[in-house]
Every structure is written in C-alpha cells, then in structure tokens.
C-alpha cells in the first residue's frame, strides 16, 4: 500500500495549496536566474552580434561601451590601411532618451556604414536594412515601433523600415540603427538656436581679438563643434593576419586603444556587468537558500504532523522501508511538482517580463539538482526524526 | 497452552541513587483464549509491563515467552522483535490510534499487508474482519468520520488482521462511554474464546472488570494481588 499517495489524496487541497506556494518561490528563483543570465546576455549583445575583430576606441579610454570614446571620423581610414586589416568600419553609439510612441523609452543609437560598413542590424524580423544614405532607421521592436513609423530624433524624422528583435544594448535597451551621418547629426549636432547663440558667441570673441568680418567668418567654423565624430572602429582582420600584430600596430602607429572581442567582452564582463552580476548572483542564491530552507521545514512538518501515525506503525511491527517510503515519496513528490509548475509559471512570465530573460538549460538543471538535493536532505533529516520516535509515543493519550 | 510466560521481569531506569523500580521482579503466565486485565493507579507499573511483555521498552531482567517464541532471557536473544509483533501480537490502543488518512478497510489491510499478504487477498480479509466486528457498513469511511466507538472496533479489526496469538490493549475503554465501553468488552471476550487470542489489556477502568477472567492489581511496581474467576478460567481450559 503506498501511504504517501493515501495521504497525499486525503489532503490534497493542502497538497496542492503548498505546491502552489512552493512552486511560486522556485518561479522566483527561476526567473532570477533568467535575470542573471539575460543581465550578461544584455551586456554582452551588442559585442557578440558585431561582426568584428578589434575595436579601436580613443587612447586610454575602456570604450566604446564601459566609457566614453571619440575619434575623429577619418581615423578608420588610417586604420583601414594598416597591415592586415581587411575591413574597418566607422561606428557612432549614443544612448538617448526620448518620447517614442507617446512614451519616455530609452535605447542606444548605432551609427554605421550602411554601404558595406560592420555594425549594422543582424537578422529582421520585419522590413529591410538602410539603403537610403538619410533619414532611415531600423528598431527593435521593444520600442513599440511599426513599419512606416517616422519618429523624430533632432531636428529631422526618420522613418521605420526595419524591425530587430532582442537588439539590445548592456542595459537591455533597445537599439536604433541609423546611417552614420544621420547618427553622428543626432549625436554631436545641437539644437539651432544654441548653434546660432554659439555661434554669435565665437563670432564676438573673434572681433575682439581683432579678426574682421570675413576673416571672422573664415575662421568660426574651426570654433565650432564638429559632428565629425565617431566612438569606434570595427576591424575585420585579413585572413591569416595577427591580430594582436594589427593591434600592436595600431596603438603604436595611430596612437589609439585597440582590444580583441574577447578583451571587449572582458571589460564588459568585468567592469559594467560586475557588480550587477553580483548582486543578483547574490540574490539568486539567497533565495533558492530560502526555498530550499522551506521545502525542508514543509517537509519536516509534515512528518511531524504525522509521528503519532509513525509510532503506530512502528508499534504494531510496520518495516522501516515503509515508514522512510512515506516521507520520502511525499517529499520527492512535493519537490519534483513544485519544480514543475514553476517551471511552467516562469514560462508564463517570461514574454511579459520587462528585461531580458536568458535561461541556460544547464542552469535550469542544476537548480532542479540543487532542489532535489534539499528536498532529499529534508527528507532524510525527518526520517531521521521519525526512526528515533519511540514507538511508545503510540500509547497513552 | 501458555502464550505468554514472564518469569521474574523487572524494569529500573537510572542507576544508583537516581534509579527508579518501575517495575519488581514479576511472574505470571497467560493461556490462550484468557481475558486478563492488568489494574492498578497511575504510575503502578501496569504499562511497563505491557511495554515489557511487548519488547517495546525491553526489561531490565528476567525472561520472557510468547507463543513458544524465548524473545528475552535478561537481554535480547537474536530474535528479530518487530517482525515477531508484526506477526504475533495485536495491539489495542486508547485513542484507537488508526492512520487518518487510510479509510477503516485501509487501516486494516495494511496490517495485512506488512505481513507479506497480496493486495486483494488483504482487502478480502479486510472486510471479512469488519463484518466480524459489525462495522463493515463503514468500511469505506475514515476514521475522522467515524464515532469513538466504531474507531475502537476497526482498531480491534486490525488487532485481529494478523491472527494475533496475544492481543496487548492499552486502555481499551477508557475514551469510551459504559455503553460503548461494555460492547468492547464483549468483542475482546468473544475474539478470546473464538480465537484462542490471549488478551491483556491495561486498565483502571473498574466498570469494566467484571469482563476479565483474570485480574492483576499492580501497585508500586510490584503485582499484589491476583483475581481468578474460577468458573471462567475452567471455561477457558475446557
């Protein structure tokens, strides 16, 4: 006879209620570890689907993505003649705030080269990449965006023609694509009226100094800032060349900081994501610490629950295979059930959850092992307590 | 025959200064189908030597038999003790003591089962040991739905299950009202006589003594007086 199911259908309101409450805990802890892992998913997105080799950012800066970094535009193209470099590719980032669809949303910008350059938009899911050198974008589609859409962005309105999916930079904002002129204007290019007071302002200094009419005005555009500009250089190595001769190259000879993809993910991993990676590391196993800590006591209860049933059985001569058979199934039962509607509850939350979810199969195992395994010793340690019960506690009232 | 032979067992917990007589050194010797009651006040001894004669709480001395079995000669003698109660002694208890969630048919086939008997075949005899005991119309209820005294009657079904040489009842009517108190009774004189079951029940229930065929008064450990019922002990031997 297995007296776990008996028992098990005798209460199962209550055997569901705490399955349920479990469950609940473990969805936590399961989405957590989505948490965790989409942080590092995030963080590392933009890195892993570039479609480069070396980035080369400003001297003794950790940019593009840890710190800021600017270079002069035409620098790619002393990158692009160095010595094994097949390909270098301008690329502007800038993270922006605006009212997109009636809402504050925040995303990066991603300037590039549209005809042939790296760093463009990976796989559509929707419409097609830039063509037009001008007012065009490509979204994700976390921005609510449709094709068509033009939103304004500075002084001009770009129009939607293509959707990403997961396109995210290190703190899962969606990401912008634009051709990089377009990128570079809403970046560096200020509002007009702030151009033409800065203007006046650099034009009055000139006089001052001396400078007439048209030597001033020869002169103002040196004064004013440049949209120029870029954050880094994408470098697609030649076949068979050194990389790390290239990036030797280029530090010595450009005078630049160059880092492999793999150094790129190392300071992202290291430096942006670390503490976040931390936290909810430290998080994620405080609370499948508390889940297991219940599991134990739900068990451990329950076996309480029962000890005058246990003495019984032990009085009136029941094995001890039977008695352990009972606690063990009933906290197996307990753990294994609980796993699995939390399983299922995770994947109910998971397409409305406000970030990145990343859920590593392997993760997902060994949080089940690591339940399991608590579930196991809860179990053991009430059957521990119920082998020690005399059976003596049988009789009396 | 004897099914329960006790020669001198005694029980003392601590040592010293500190040790406690619960029980003095006592003999006696139960037949089969004899209804013997173990009497006494509160602390008298009466339940040690049921835990005793049990081998739940082994004694400090002395040699007890059961159904030809030697399980004690001042210390343990190899025999594997809960299997033995598992198959030759029932047990009876105050507050019935059934597992809640197992219905009355459950409760008794599962001492069945322990035994080593099939699941159908445990079932069968099950509800022929209900019918026996006149509960068999609550087979299928359990024992939270069931009044002190059905509780009672299933707890004897399963005291039964096993063919039991020796029946052990702890305060078998004492959450029993007369009424259902005396019908106990009947059934464990009528289980004795059909049977051939020995049956020592603790008791200071002295509503109920009249029912025994034998009664020891214990008092401070030690057994101080004996009772026979003459005419009911010849019965029994008869």
Same mark, same amino acid.
């Given at each position: 006879?297995?007296?776990?199911? /008996?028992?098990?259908?005798?209460?199962?309101?209550?055997?569901?209620?705490?399955?349920?409450?479990?469950?609940?805990?473990?969805?936590? +802890?399961?989405?957590?570890?989505?948490?965790?892992?989409?942080?590092?998913?995030?963080?590392?997105?933009?890195?892993?689907?570039? &479609?480069?080799?070396?980035?080369?950012?400003?001297?003794?800066?950790?940019?593009?993505?840890?710190?800021?970094?600017?270079?002069?535009?035409?620098?790619?193209?002393?990158?692009?003649?160095?010595?094994?470099?097949?390909?270098?590719?301008?690329?502007?980032?800038?993270?922006?705030?605006?009212?997109?669809?009636?809402?504050? %949303?925040?995303?990066?910008?991603?300037?590039?080269?549209?005809?042939?350059?790296?760093?463009?938009?990976?796989?559509?899911?929707?419409?097609?990449?830039?063509?037009?050198?001008?007012?065009?974008?490509?979204?994700?589609?976390?921005?609510?965006?449709?094709?068509?859409?033009?939103?304004?962005?500075?002084?001009?309105?770009?129009?939607?023609?293509?959707?990403?999916?997961?396109?995210?930079?290190?703190?899962?904002?969606?990401?912008?694509?634009?051709?990089?002129?377009?990128?570079?204007?809403?970046?560096?290019?200020?509002? /007009?009226?702030?151009?033409?007071?800065?203007?006046?302002?650099?034009? %009055?200094?000139?006089?001052?100094?001396?400078?007439?009419?048209?030597?001033?005005?020869?002169?103002?555009?040196?004064?004013?800032?440049?949209?120029?500009?870029?954050?880094?250089?994408?470098?697609?190595?030649?076949?068979?060349? &050194?990389?790390?001769? +290239?990036?030797?190259?280029?530090?010595?000879?450009?005078?630049?900081?160059?880092?492999?993809?793999?150094?790129?993910?190392?300071?992202?991993?290291?430096?942006?994501?670390?503490?976040?990676?931390?936290?909810?590391? !430290?998080?994620?196993?405080?609370?499948?610490?508390?889940?297991?800590?219940?599991?134990?006591? $739900?068990?451990?209860? %329950?076996?309480?629950?029962?000890?005058?049933? $246990?003495?019984?059985?032990?009085? $009136?001569?029941?094995?001890?295979?039977?008695? +352990?058979?009972?606690?063990?199934? %009933?906290?197996?039962?307990?753990?294994?059930?609980?796993? +699995?509607?939390?399983?299922?509850?995770?994947?109910?939350?998971?397409?409305?959850?406000?970030?990145?979810?990343?859920? !590593?199969?392997?993760?997902?195992?060994?949080?089940?092992?690591?339940?399991?395994?608590?579930?196991?010793?809860?179990?053991?340690?009430?059957?521990?307590?119920?082998?020690?019960?005399?059976?003596?506690?049988?009789?009396?009232? | 025959?004897?099914?329960?032979?006790?020669?001198? @067992?005694?029980?003392?917990?601590?040592?010293?200064? =500190?040790?406690?007589?619960?029980?003095?050194?006592?003999?006696?010797?139960?037949?089969?189908?004899?209804?013997?009651?173990?009497?006494?006040?509160?602390?008298?001894?009466?339940?040690?030597?049921?835990?005793?004669?049990?081998?739940?709480?082994?004694?400090?001395?002395?040699?007890? @038999?059961?159904?030809?079995? =030697?399980?004690?000669?001042?210390?343990?003698?190899?025999?594997?003790?809960?299997?033995?109660?598992?198959?030759?002694?029932?047990?009876?208890?105050?507050?019935?003591?059934?597992?809640?969630?197992?219905?009355?048919?459950?409760? @008794?086939?599962?001492?069945?089962?322990?035994?080593?008997?099939?699941?159908?075949?445990?079932?069968?005899?099950?509800?022929?040991?209900?019918?026996?005991?006149?509960?068999?119309?609550?087979?299928?209820?359990?024992?939270?739905?069931?009044?002190?005294?059905?509780?009672?009657? @299933?707890?004897?079904?399963?005291? =039964?299950?096993?063919?039991?040489?020796?029946?052990?009842?702890?305060?078998?009517?004492?959450?029993?009202?007369?009424?259902?108190?005396?019908?106990?009774?009947?059934?464990?004189?009528?289980?004795?006589?059909?049977?051939?079951?020995?049956?020592?029940?603790?008791?200071?229930?002295?509503?109920?003594?009249?029912?025994?065929?034998?009664?020891?008064?214990?008092?401070?450990?030690?057994?101080?007086?004996?009772?026979?019922?003459?005419?009911?002990?010849?019965?029994?031997?008869?």
């Amino acid at each position: 006879m297995e007296l776990a199911l /008996k028992d098990i259908r005798r209460h199962l309101g209550k055997f569901l209620a705490t399955i349920v409450g479990v469950a609940m805990l473990l969805a936590i +802890v399961l989405v957590m570890n989505g948490i965790y892992q989409g942080n590092i998913q995030d963080g590392v997105w933009l890195i892993d689907n570039t &479609d480069a080799d070396l980035w080369v950012v400003e001297r003794g800066r950790g940019g593009p993505f840890n710190e800021a970094s600017r270079i002069p535009l035409d620098s790619y193209k002393s990158v692009a003649a160095t010595p094994g470099v097949a390909r270098a590719s301008p690329l502007a980032l800038y993270a922006a705030q605006r009212v997109i669809n009636g809402r504050e %949303q925040q995303f990066t910008l991603i300037g590039y080269d549209i005809f042939g350059g790296a760093g463009g938009p990976g796989r559509l899911v929707h419409g097609r990449t830039i063509t037009a050198p001008h007012y065009e974008m490509v979204a994700d589609r976390k921005l609510g965006l449709q094709l068509g859409d033009r939103v304004p962005l500075g002084t001009d309105h770009y129009t939607v023609v293509g959707l990403t999916s997961g396109a995210v930079d290190s703190g899962g904002n969606p990401l912008i694509y634009l051709a990089l002129p377009d990128a570079q204007k809403v970046q560096f290019e200020q509002d /007009k009226r702030a151009i033409q007071a800065a203007a006046a302002a650099n034009l %009055q200094r000139l006089n001052r100094a001396g400078y007439s009419g048209e030597q001033a005005a020869r002169l103002l555009p040196l004064l004013s800032a440049g949209t120029s500009n870029i954050n880094a250089v994408l470098v697609k190595l030649a076949p068979g060349a &050194d990389g790390d001769a +290239v990036s030797g190259h280029i530090r010595d000879w450009l005078y630049f900081n160059v880092y492999s993809t793999a150094e790129e993910r190392l300071l992202m991993l290291e430096g942006k994501l670390s503490r976040m990676s931390a936290v909810l590391g !430290l998080f994620r196993s405080l609370l499948l610490l508390v889940s297991i800590v219940i599991i134990a006591l $739900i068990v451990y209860v %329950q076996t309480i629950e029962k000890i005058k049933s $246990i003495a019984t059985l032990k009085l $009136i001569g029941a094995p001890n295979g039977l008695i +352990v058979r009972l606690i063990m199934t %009933q906290s197996m039962l307990l753990t294994v059930a609980s796993f +699995v509607v939390a399983y299922l509850l995770r994947d109910l939350i998971a397409p409305g959850f406000p970030r990145t979810l990343g859920f !590593l199969p392997v993760e997902t195992a060994l949080t089940f092992a690591v339940m399991l395994l608590g579930g196991v010793l809860a179990s053991l340690m009430a059957v521990w307590h119920a082998l020690r019960t005399p059976a003596q506690l049988a009789l009396g009232g | 025959m004897s099914v329960v032979e006790i020669q001198n @067992v005694s029980q003392t917990f601590g040592y010293g200064e =500190l040790a406690v007589h619960a029980l003095k050194p006592t003999s006696l010797t139960i037949e089969a189908g004899e209804l013997v009651a173990l009497l006494g006040p509160s602390g008298s001894g009466k339940s040690t030597l049921l835990l005793a004669i049990s081998l739940i709480q082994p004694p400090t001395t002395g040699r007890i @038999v059961i159904d030809g079995q =030697l399980l004690y000669d001042d210390g343990p003698t190899g025999v594997d003790v809960r299997a033995f109660r598992r198959s030759k002694i029932g047990f009876i208890f105050q507050q019935h003591n059934l597992i809640p969630f197992l219905t009355a048919r459950e409760n @008794v086939a599962l001492m069945l089962q322990i035994n080593g008997v099939g699941r159908r075949e445990s079932t069968r005899r099950a509800t022929d040991l209900l019918g026996y005991l006149e509960i068999a119309h609550r087979a299928d209820s359990l024992p939270a739905q069931m009044s002190g005294g059905e509780q009672q009657r @299933v707890a004897i079904a399963r005291a =039964l299950a096993n063919e039991p040489a020796l029946i052990l009842a702890d305060e078998p009517t004492a959450a029993l009202d007369t009424e259902r108190g005396t019908k106990v009774m009947a059934m464990l004189r009528k289980i004795a006589r059909e049977r051939r079951s020995a049956v020592i029940a603790v008791t200071h229930d002295h509503r109920m003594i009249e029912g025994f065929d034998t009664v020891y008064h214990l008092d401070d450990g030690r057994l101080a007086q004996v009772d026979h019922k003459v005419q009911v002990a010849s019965e029994v031997r008869a």
